[in-house]
């Protein structure tokens, strides 16, 4: 690096015939004290000058990479410098053409490789998601041989967190989506004078389809995302190590609670959601179509056949066990940092929503001959 003691100040000279002269000691110690006076006569200087270095008494590293950034990463056209001081540009030459990324283009074994790491990534994350609903059915197992060991406190508890306290959010936003389908389809209908068809609409659309989806959404991104963080800080705090320390399963007192619970709480929340939805959908259409409550309720059982209803209820505990399977699988794969707490987070959300979605396509196509009206 050479001496950091200040010497002679370093200085830029501009002589007649466009000639840079350098001066001084140009190092860390004396350039520190005039560095910026220093970078702004660098710049003033002519960009096709001869580079005079017979006054320069000292050079290192740092006076080097001043000046060849100054140059533009390339050596003037003509310059006098010495042999010792050249071979000190020199090495800041080197070391700065190591320091340019490499650019390539992305090519056809660009993509075999991340989709080859993609692919593997699934096969792990689905032979850990086996896994742990295996261990979840030995649990269960376990528990009916053993009826006092059901974690009776544990489960009430969380069906207290994602069934109880999700209802306030869940019935204003199915109140508004019920509001605003009804209000969408009376626009239309009043075109064809088919009033009375929203009826179907609402009750088709609401009870099999869009309370399910909608409630399923709602809750991966709530109570998901919980379950997900509280298993992490969990992991990140080592008390789940701890509980295996003290021979406590930590499938039975952690995941099996919140499985189970959200099975439970799902189609109620389900049935709650479609109910305040139907009554949005009731006032819209009461608003825009002057459509009577009871004769609302009256068409509803005729137009709805009650198979609608027993589909959504499936629908809800089924996605219910996948949000908190899929929410406690990437809580239990946290790493102990910070990162791995938020990365697994937005994918157990992420992954719990896409789920949703496919098994409510399998649903469709396996129901679709059923409570449909021909």
């Not at 320069?56 to 006076?63: Q, T």
């Not at 533009?72 to 320091?99: C, K, M, N, T, Y």
């Amino acid at each position: 690096m050479g001496d950091r003691r200040p010497g002679a100040l370093p200085a830029v000279l501009v002589v007649s015939g466009g000639e840079v002269r350098l001066t001084g000691d140009w190092t860390l110690g004396a350039l520190s004290e005039v560095l910026t006076r220093v970078r702004l006569a660098l710049a003033a200087a002519p960009a096709a000058a001869r580079w005079d270095f017979g006054a320069v008494e000292r050079l290192d590293s740092f006076g080097a990479t001043l000046l060849w950034h100054a140059w533009g990463a390339r050596w003037p056209d003509v310059i006098g410098i010495a042999e010792h001081q050249q071979r000190v540009i020199q090495r800041v030459e080197a070391s700065a053409g190591r320091l340019v990324p490499r650019t390539s283009r992305f090519g056809a074994i660009d993509a075999v490789v991340l989709l080859g790491g993609a692919l593997l990534q699934f096969r792990t994350h689905a032979v850990a998601f086996v896994a742990l609903f295996g261990q979840i059915l030995l649990d269960v197992v376990h528990l009916l041989r053993h009826p006092r060991e059901w974690p009776l406190l544990e489960i009430s508890a969380n069906v207290h967190k994602v069934g109880v306290k999700a209802m306030p959010v869940t019935a204003l936003v199915g109140f508004l989506i019920g509001v605003v389908l009804s209000y969408l389809s009376a626009l239309q209908l009043k075109i064809f004078g088919a009033d009375i068809f929203i009826v179907n609409i609402l009750g088709l659309g609401i009870i099999r389809e869009l309370g399910p989806v909608l409630v399923s959404v709602l809750v991966a991104g709530r109570s998901g995302s919980a379950m997900t963080a509280q298993l992490g800080v969990m992991r990140v705090t080592e008390e789940i190590d701890a509980l295996a320390a003290m021979g406590i399963s930590r499938t039975l007192r952690l995941v099996l609670p919140k499985v189970l619970a959200l099975t439970l709480a799902m189609p109620l929340l389900v049935l709650w959601t479609s109910s305040v939805a139907l009554l949005g959908g009731w006032v819209s259409a009461w608003v825009e179509l002057d459509l009577s409550l009871g004769f609302f309720i009256e068409t509803l059982p005729t137009v709805v056949p009650i198979a609608n209803l027993y589909i959504g209820l499936s629908k809800g505990a089924v996605f219910g066990f996948l949000i908190a399977l899929i929410a406690c699988h990437f809580g239990l794969r946290v790493r102990p940092n910070t990162e791995s707490l938020s990365v697994n987070t937005t994918a157990s959300v992420v992954s719990a929503i896409t789920m949703v979605i496919l098994v409510d396509a399998v649903f469709a196509i396996a129901t679709r001959s059923i409570g449909v009206p021909t």
